[in-house]
């Protein structure tokens, strides 16, 4: 479907009342995968990291993870959802390549967490409670390449590869209930949600939530339900959506998308599609399966789990603070106000800030440095902020450097610049660039009397009382000195010699 095919936003919501439902599967971090000893090391040769249990080969046995398990509950009771008394695996049946036992050992209709909720704080600080559905465990599948075609999908490829280093990966997936009421809002609380929970399952450290490396995944399910009524639309899921923004642009496409179908007097399929990261646009999958179509039923080979109240209080002891309490503990701890606050979570930028803060800087220049300078080459960039290749640790020795004088703010950009390029640490970028300021007097001095000799009518003013002239005077050494002077000092030696 084509731009020109699409409803304007304003008139989809003038139509249509939205309805999400968003489904995240967590990859833990576990050393092995959820039935078998193999290792769970992403980017191994390809089939490397398997073995006749993962392979589903005949005669092999299953067994449960354990860490997976305490990993579940901890999600479970981060997200106040119940934790299940007695529960079990299931197997979900449906033949994909990447699929090595034709089935998925999963849970379905008991599932280890459920009936909870998390409360999700937008752009301008409203929160939104999402209720939660559901926290079951899951084997992640394979992965296919597509080789031969110019999209790297199966449509024109001449061959498929399978790596079934994945299979087997312990999931966690995260089910939200019906996302009523957000209107215009939809799209940016789809992405607060999966950037909140993304932030909950880091502080967790059951996994490193990396959506560029699928680790954390969102499955986006939307309908739309003309304004008055009272049934859900037919939704769509968007499969498999791994960044914050696309998660946005996704929801926003099918909104418009769907709308044009109905206000055409068409019909929405039931089907999975897939996010094009370079038009913004979803296209067609396949058509969406019920649950019926799966076949479940209880996985004979493991046994059920029913975890104990001694060992779940156990393990709600181990739970971290939580972001949301962080976050006001470090707002009274750095004096900020709600904006300053806001401004640093809608950049990503709390963890960066405070890492920075506990390698020695200030709170007000690490934010400083994170929110704006940081942000503006992320952007340029086109990656999150947290995927600059430039550390906590190297952003406070800059902004020590700094405070010691060896540098201005100026040549502090570039420093930046140049670890960002790769060039090393902050002290070899300085010196491979010739960055230190010019503190030594004498040279100073040198400079001063060069751009006073070249500017007499300037001199002059100063000399007679009018000080703002030497703004010229110190502009012309800093541009003899390549800015490497410290425009402080070079202010009082102009005025010294001018006897001002």
Known sequence: MSTAELLDYDEVLTRFDPVLGLEVHVELSTHTKMFCGCPTVFGGEPNTQVCPTCLGLPGSLPVVNEIAVESAIRIGLALNCEIAEWCRFARKNYFYPDMPKNFQTSQYDEPIAFNGWLDVTLDDGEVVRVAIERAHMEEDTGKSLHVGGATGR?????????????????????????????????????????????DLLKALDVSDVRMDQGSLRCDANVSLMPKGATEFGTRTETKNVNSLRSVERAVRHEMTRQAAILVDGGSILQETRHFEEASGTTRAGRRK????????????????????????????????EMPAERRKRIQAEWSLTDLELRDLINAGAVDLVAATVAAGSSPAEARSWWVSYLSQQANNRGVELSELDITPAQVARVIALVAEGALTNKLAREVVDGVLAGEGEPDEVVDKRGLKVVSDDSALYAAVDEALASQPDVAGKIREGKVAAAGAIVGAVMKATKGQADAKRVRELVLERCGA
């Open 289 to 320: 399966e019920t649950s019926e179509d799966y076949r479940y039923f209880p996985e004979p080979d493991l046994v059920p789990i029913a975890p104990s109240r001694e060992w779940v209080e156990k393990l709600r002891g181990t739970l971290p």
């Open 154 to 198: 199966i449509h024109g490829a001449e061959h498929s590869l399978l790596d079934y280093n994945r299979a087997g990966v312990p999931l966690i997936e995260i089910v939200t209930k019906t996302i009523e009421g957000t209107g215009a809002r939809a799209p940016e609380v789809a992405r607060a949600y999966v950037a909140t929970l993304r």
